[in-house]
Nanobody
Framework: QLQASGGGLVQAGGSLRLSCEASGRTFSGVGWFRRAPGKEREFVAVMSWRGSGKRYTDSVKGRFTISRDNRNNTIYLQMNSLKPEDTAIYYC?????????????????WGQGTQFTVSS
């Protein structure tokens, strides 16, 4: 089970951290995806449960960081230098048999999504 939180409203150039609490299963890979208004859901960032193999979509490289807190099985997406085009519903995802994939089909478990808006 995945429970995402941290959405809201932030000004362009600001920062926000999304959280996703994972429970119930032992996962091998985790990720964040997003669905912008009028667009399909897209990959944002992924990594192995151990924190290796981090990959980011080009538009967020250098601005977003995916991480995990080992103490409480929470996955984070730290987002800096936010832009209006980052406005979306963000979903955390996890897989028990992840092999570095970045497609939606590579992840079987999904959180409910958390919305945030970046104002210009």
């Amino acid at each position: 089970q995945l429970q995402a939180s941290g959405g809201g409203l932030v000004q362009a150039g600001g920062s926000l951290r999304l959280s996703c609490e994972a429970s119930g299963r032992t996962f091998s890979g985790v990720g964040w995806f997003r669905r912008a208004p009028g667009k399909e859901r897209e990959f944002v960032a992924v990594m192995s449960w151990r924190g290796s193999g981090k990959r980011y979509t080009d538009s967020v490289k250098g601005r977003f960081t995916i991480s995990r807190d080992n103490r409480n099985n929470t996955i984070y997406l730290q987002m800096n230098s936010l832009k209006p085009e980052d406005t979306a519903i963000y979903y955390c995802a996890a897989s028990v048999d992840w092999y570095s994939g970045i497609k939606e089909g590579d992840f079987a478990s999904w959180g409910q999504g958390t919305q945030f808006t970046v104002s210009s």
